[in-house]
């Protein structure tokens, strides 16, 4: 069955950089949409960056845009979100999410399949 798996959260100082990766297996990412979302305490879950089917759109929120880059990795059936110039605000579980679309969505119930997330902490 579909299995993605998120990688690198921990505890960063603020100004700092992070990777995050997701591995997928009974998926292929290439050609579908797939996007990370967080979810902060006390909020919702909200998309920070996704990629269409192609790869010729990438979304980013407006709060990360210009720290946050995603990208996919073919080869390795992998996304990873690389972040940097981090601070508090971002402290999140972070997952990584795929549908069955060639589109990106905002919408958390648009995606099929989900990680388990993995949590970032950043601390000032």
């Known amino acids: 069955q579909v299995q993605l798996v998120e990688s690198g959260g921990g505890l960063v100082q603020a100004g700092g950089s992070l990777k995050l990766s997701c591995a997928a297996s009974?998926?292929?990412?290439?050609?579908?949409?797939v996007g990370w979302f967080r979810r902060a305490p006390g909020k919702e879950y909200e998309l920070m960056a996704g990629i269409n089917g192609s790869g010729a759109t990438i979304y980013y929120d407006d709060s990360v845009r210009g720290r946050f880059t995603m990208s996919r990795d073919s080869a390795k059936n992998m996304v990873d979100l690389q972040m940097s110039n981090l601070g508090p605000e971002d402290t999140a579980v972070y997952y990584c999410?795929?549908?069955?679309?060639?589109?990106?969505?905002?919408?958390?119930?648009?995606?099929?399949?989900w990680g388990q997330g993995t949590k970032v902490t950043v601390y000032a």
């Open positions: 999410a795929a549908r069955d679309s060639v589109y990106i969505s905002v919408s958390r119930a648009a995606y099929d399949y």
């Open positions: 009974g998926l292929t990412f290439s050609g579908i949409a």
